[in-house]
């Protein structure tokens, strides 16, 4: 499936570069679409974002609670969505579950599987910040009194998020790019929009723009990453 | 329950699919063989680039590095498969697919290895110097074996990361797992093919996984 190549035969290199990679014209035709897909793309990583990091820490906060045959279940939960590519994840959701009647849309999909990643990962790097808080921390917390509960949201977590935001945050990062993934199930993201207005209209310029998208949206996530590893490097 | 077993867990099907999905599993294996030696050898690279203190250098070191972090490999994938023929330059499948990757991965090995040299005191390095090692002797015999140490687990991370990556090869149909998983499953109407790749995939990187939480919970405990 080599894309089609549109290209006037009688134009010299540079022409024929300047044409297809930065066509004006093209680029006011598709800019529109392309925008509608970074609005996709932002909104799915919202909600990726918090879906994740929510379930990531109901599961650690609930394997705190040291309750055999639950950790048992969370450890095998983050194990295998930590272990499958995203995208086996998507295409099975999409693909596999019509087949027993349970269609959903490649929004859903995306969103569903993107989000069980983040939560596995994320429930792991909580759980080995809980577990890098002095035990008798704990301890102490319990003899003023305080529950098991109590203790865990007043003393244990607040240290324990703080440790986890480096690893956190790049681990986001990396989950969130996967909203690309969605094109592969035809959601109209940026990808999606782009490569399709590129090969509709046999020229590189939406690949072009799309690219420029997915810059103004995670070029500032790559600085973010980099303050936050100088503000809360762990100690090595 | 029957529906279930038969659409997902079709004994027949697995039969039948066999030996093309461990077709697919050989290519995801040489794929990675080749992608993973070479996001190493181009993170090093990097760091050992970045060692050299050199102002103007390192400003084009973080460029390309925070550039292909911010990308989705789909993205860089993509735009490289499709976009090479209209520089008149024919990438075969292969190729386009290992660049994508290399991008993505040696940038991202990169920021590791480079954690890993910060992590070696610059005392080392002059004292090594001082008994007359050169710098080239030092940084190899000296610092890269510590650095790397230190930072192996984040190094295992990554390394399964970019195993699951080659999964992506699948949309530009490089036939590997996944591409030939769902090639059976559209032949077969049937979903048996997707879920025993990704039983595959999971039998691959569950040690992987596993030795992680315990080098991560390890590295923890010596805090």
């Not at chain 1, 529950?147 to 990396?174: D, F, G, I, K, Y």
């Not at chain 1, 969605?182 to 690949?207: K, Q, R």
């Not at chain 2, 099907?13 to 030696?37: D, R």
Request: glycine share 6%.
């Amino acid at each position: 499936m080599n894309p089609v190549v549109n290209v006037p035969p009688t134009m010299s290199t540079l022409d024929r570069f300047l044409f297809s990679f930065f066509n004006p014209d093209i680029a006011g035709r598709y800019w529109k679409a392309i925008a509608e897909g970074f609005v996709t793309t932002t909104w799915l990583g919202v909600t990726v974002i918090i879906t994740g990091l929510v379930v990531g820490l109901a599961l650690a906060v609930a394997r705190a609670q040291h309750v055999k045959p639950l950790n048992f279940c969370i450890i095998v939960f983050a194990d295998v969505f930590r272990a499958l590519p995203p995208l086996v994840i998507i295409i099975i959701l999409f693909f596999a579950f019509p087949y027993i009647e349970m269609a959903m849309s490649a929004f859903t999909a995306t969103w569903l599987s993107l989000s069980l990643v983040l939560a596995a990962f994320a429930e792991e790097i909580f759980w080995a910040g809980i577990l890098a808080v002095p035990k008798g921390q704990w301890e102490a917390a319990r003899s003023t009194g305080m529950s098991r509960l109590e203790t865990l949201q007043h003393v244990v977590l607040p240290q324990a998020v703080r440790m986890t935001v480096p690893p956190l945050t790049n681990r986001v990062m990396a989950i969130t790019k996967g909203t690309a993934l969605g094109s592969v199930v035809a959601l109209h993201e940026i990808l999606n929009v782009s490569s399709s207005a590129s090969s509709e209209s046999g020229n590189a310029t939406p690949l072009l723009v799309g690219a420029c998208a997915y810059l103004i949206l995670f070029i500032p996530f790559v600085w973010f990453g980099r303050w936050i590893e100088t503000r809360f490097a762990w100690k090595r | 329950m029957e529906t279930l077993l038969t659409v997902f867990f079709n004994v027949e099907i697995m039969k039948k699919v066999w030996p093309f999905l461990l077709q697919g599993l050989g290519m995801t294996v040489v794929l990675s063989l080749v992608v993973i030696p070479l996001g190493l050898a181009g993170g090093l690279g990097i760091a050992i680039l970045s060692s050299l203190q050199r102002r103007w250098l390192n400003r084009v070191l973080i460029v390309y590095v925070d550039f292909f972090r911010a990308f989705p490999p789909l993205v860089l994938l993509i735009f490289i498969y499709f976009g090479f023929p209209f520089l008149q330059i024919d990438l075969p499948k292969f190729a386009a697919v290992a660049l994508g990757f290399f991008l993505n991965t040696s940038s991202y090995f990169g920021e590791i290895f480079r954690a890993g040299f910060e992590s070696i005191p610059r005392g080392q390095l002059e004292a090594a110097r001082s008994t007359g090692l050169t710098r080239w002797q030092a940084l190899v015999s000296v610092v890269i074996p510590q650095a790397t140490r230190n930072v192996l687990p984040d190094l295992i991370s990554n390394t399964l990361e970019v195993i699951k990556l080659t999964s992506l090869a699948s949309v530009v149909a490089l036939p590997e797992l996944l591409n030939n998983a769902r090639q059976a499953q559209a032949l077969t109407y049937n979903a048996t093919p997707v879920v025993l790749a990704a039983l595959m995939y999971l039998l691959l990187l569950w040690p992987i996984v596993r030795l992680l939480s315990r080098l991560e919970h390890k590295s923890i405990a010596l805090h």
